[in-house]
């Protein structure tokens, strides 16, 4: 069974960055697409990002242009870049496969405020 693991949220200002990490026990197929979730408060879990490969991610409109999705499959990892951050990316982010396919890890709190 794949354990996802979520790391690098944390207490950011409006404008800051984070790094976002996902790191899966065992090896997840590269046919596989991967994606971030997150979830506000008293809010449905909805995609951010979603990888299919390294020339075809797509984006959630409110954070195109200022996320980016990236993997590494030989370390077994997907990645989220985080710029420029609002107080409405606060939520708990989720790293999962495009269909849910693996339980759901235990996330990662981000909040942004100044």
């Known amino acids: 069974q794949v354990q996802l693991v979520e790391s690098g949220g944390g207490l950011v200002q409006p404008g800051g960055s984070l790094r976002l990490a996902c790191t899966a026990s065992t090896t997840i197929e590269s046919t596989y697409a991967m994606a971030w979730y997150r979830q506000a408060p008293g809010k449905q879990r909805e995609p951010v990002a979603l990888?299919?490969?390294?020339?075809?991610?797509n984006y959630a409109s409110p954070v195109k242009g200022r996320f980016t999705i990236s993997r590494d499959n030989a370390k077994n990892t997907v990645s989220l870049q985080m710029n420029n951050l609002k107080p409405e990316d606060t939520a708990v982010y989720y790293c999962?496969?495009?269909?849910?396919?693996?339980?759901w890890g235990q996330g990662t709190q981000v909040t942004v405020s100044s």
């Open positions: 990888y299919i490969s390294t020339n075809n991610t």
């Open positions: 999962n496969t495009a269909g849910a396919d693996f339980p």
